[in-house]
């Protein structure tokens, strides 16, 4: 018998090309996203005089750049931006890959458009030079962001080198919570574990709630597997997993739809199988949940209070702390609840995809907006999807800009920021110090929160307004 | 890109932790030319300089010891968060060839390697020795040796550290990936050749 391996061990093993003595491994990569920041790379690889190896398994699309306020390059906020995406545009056509380009309505956020296209499978190891690509685990693949070279590296030799990382399970026993979302969950395993927890690792996610959760749910507990440091974030592929990929334009279908599905059937890790290491969480601990700080592992339920440094013992935990508060302009003890915010956004590759519009759209309906706040929605084809359904017009009705998909105020790049000194309720997975703008103050949140502190104007427990509504109706 | 074999230089002590890279290089330089001559200033800009473009004097690497640094030690989970290798070429553009740390996030540590710079992982009481030994003597220097995986501390003590011999080797020749991947060529065109066969569904 066998010895039991992990659904990441599996994976792995079936892409190695090489495995060399000192410990590097040469492994084959079997879908590559690019996107507009991916210039340089093209550039690289321009310098070698090296074809793209695989153009069939390398597929681009603009995002970082790209503008919401219409999707034109004569909406750009500059030149330099738009001359971005026509940098993309060029290189997809000079190396022969696919590309769906601005007025293309399938354009998207990369991790959006690589799940919704059917491009992202189980069993794949898919890379993109960008952190958030650890997203399309969720579907039961490997997943990691790259650096440049090694985009170029990629697009060159179609396999990258890797020290093959140790494995992390990390398990949450019991239900889901009333109220609680995919994005509190990672957002609380987070805070609980730190976020380097999972350098060197590859995580898996483990226990009824993921089981439970859509596909599209456990596409944001993945994203977000980098803010705890982890090389990739996995959940084993089920029939939720089958349901969500099957009939998606790049995916098998009819005979080779079979012969996947009974790979794909392989790919859970073996009973008995360990992992290098063991994180349990209760699921019953688990709220709401709100970031006070500048890292992702400044979080807590938002029925708490912002934290004491005083009361750590750890001293750089302690300076940590403190810089955060002096960024963010909050004092000690004050209650999360009373945190007044200055714009809202519900966009980004963590909370863009239709199930987080409706869950947003469904607190907002039938109240206002008490400041700015925007809708991005993560492809053109969750936009036209949400128009279908009306949800255009709860948020619009609501007050909310309704806008053109992109990564947008997540950060920053396309020019969509946040003034410095305001505060935002932001759907995103990064509230690092000048993310959405120099000297933005960001809160994390999920998509019902952010609508909930989006028409209070402040950060709200969104339990509470939900139960307000009911009884209205 | 550059060899590295040996480095003495001034060191700066970074005491913060979590460095994420948006710290490192905020994303609106992103766009910038690599040969921009105004790269170095990119580097920490945020936290380095006031909205006027002054220094802010009690920002590191401001201070007179360190100006001239070119070794960072800093805490734990240096260069976490966003991909982007000009994180690493920011660094570069200020002299900065070697960052020790107590533990890095991955894909910057691989983008340090992949431009010739040494990101060194030490445990979480020596980087904080260094810093403290940094603090105490401003300015002083330390010496790297990569080909003995040896540097001296400010407190002239010496100290290994681990390196793993691919990027080690790639370091101390100048060496670049794609050429060492490409005498892999056979092993690369055998694994495709079986692997489209086993897994035809990836292949309509």
């Keep these: 018998m066998a010895q039991p391996r992990t659904m990441f061990e599996k994976i792995w093993d079936s892409h190695v090309i090489v495995d060399r003595d000192d410990g590097q491994t040469l492994v084959y990569v079997d879908r590559h996203l690019c996107h507009d920041g991916s210039f340089f790379a093209f550039d690289l690889l321009r310098d070698t005089g090296l074809p793209v190896r695989r153009p069939d398994q390398t597929f681009t699309v603009p995002d970082h750049y790209v503008p919401t306020r219409g999707h034109s390059l004569d909406d750009s906020a500059d030149e330099e931006r738009a001359e971005m995406i026509v940098k993309l545009d060029r290189n997809a056509k000079e190396f022969g890959v696919t590309i769906f380009g601005l007025s293309d309505r399938r354009q998207g956020i990369v991790h959006i458009v690589g799940p919704e296209q059917g491009i992202s499978q189980p069993g794949m190891l898919i890379v993109c030079g960008d952190s958030h690509t650890s997203t399309h685990g969720a579907l039961g693949a490997i997943a990691f962001g790259i650096g440049a070279s090694e985009v170029s590296h990629v697009l060159a030799t179609q396999s990258i080198w890797q020290r093959r990382p140790k494995t992390m399970r990390i398990t949450v026993t019991g239900e889901r919570p009333f109220g609680v979302l995919a994005k509190d969950v990672i957002m609380a395993i987070i805070a609980r574990i730190g976020a380097g927890a999972a350098l060197g690792h590859a995580v898996e996610y483990s226990g009824p709630i993921f089981a439970a959760m859509s596909a599209e749910e456990r596409l944001t507990v993945c994203n977000m597997s980098i803010e705890a440091g982890a090389r990739c974030g996995m959940i084993a592929p089920d029939e939720t997993t089958f349901a969500y990929v099957k009939g998606r334009p790049y995916a098998p279908a009819g005979e080779a739809w079979q012969k996947a599905v009974a790979y794909w059937k392989t790919l859970p890790s073996d009973p008995g199988a360990t992992f290098d290491k063991e994180v349990s969480v209760e699921a019953d601990e688990i709220a709401p949940m709100v970031t006070w700080g500048t890292s992702p592992e400044d979080a807590l339920p938002i029925t708490g209070e912002v934290p004491d440094p005083a009361e750590q013992a750890d001293g750089g935990r302690r300076a940590a702390m403190e810089k955060a508060l002096d960024y963010m302009g909050l004092v000690p003890g004050m209650k999360l609840t009373d945190i007044q915010i200055d714009k809202a956004f519900i966009g980004s590759c963590t909370n863009s995809r239709i199930e987080d519009l409706r869950i947003a759209a469904a607190v907002v309906k039938g109240r206002r907006v008490a400041v700015p706040a925007m809708v991005v929605p993560g492809s053109g084809l969750v936009k036209r999807q949400a128009e279908k359904e009306g949800l255009d017009r709860v948020f619009t009705d609501a007050g909310f800009e309704w806008l053109e998909s992109g990564c947008s105020m997540c950060v920053g790049m396309n020019g969509d920021t946040i003034d410095p000194g305001e505060r935002s309720a932001s759907t995103s997975n990064r509230n690092f110090e000048g993310r959405q703008g120099p000297g933005a103050r960001t809160h994390l949140m999920s998509p019902a929160m952010a609508a909930a502190a989006a028409v209070s104007g402040r950060l709200t427990d969104v339990r509470e307004l939900s139960s307000t509504s009911s009884e209205e109706d | ?204």
């Design chain 2, 1 to 204: 890109m550059e060899p590295f074999t040996s480095l003495t230089a001034t060191a700066a002590p970074f005491d913060a932790v979590n460095v994420d890279t948006d710290q490192i290089i905020p994303s609106r330089f992103m766009r910038k030319p690599r040969d921009d001559e105004n790269y170095h200033t990119f580097l920490f800009h945020d936290i380095r300089y006031d909205e006027d473009g002054s220094e802010k004097p009690d920002f590191i690497l401001n201070q007179a010891p360190y100006r001239d640094a070119r070794i960072l030690v800093a805490g734990h989970n240096f260069g976490c968060g966003s991909s982007r290798e000009v994180a690493v070429l920011a660094l570069m553009a200020n002299g900065f060839r070697a960052v020790i740390a107590s533990s890095f996030g991955d894909i910057f540590f691989n983008n340090c390697f992949n431009n010739g710079v040494l990101p060194i992982r030490v445990a979480d009481e020596t980087a904080a020795r260094l810093r403290a030994g940094l603090h105490a003597s401003p300015g002083a220097s330390m010496t790297i040796e990569l080909e003995p995986q040896t540097f001296t501390g400010p407190d002239g003590a010496t100290y290994e550290f681990d390196v793993d011999p691919f990027r080690k080797h790639c370091l101390l020749g100048g060496l670049d990936a794609i050429g060492l991947t490409l005498e892999y060529e056979n092993e690369i065109k055998a694994f495709e050749d079986r692997y489209r066969q086993e897994r035809s569904w990836l292949y309509p």
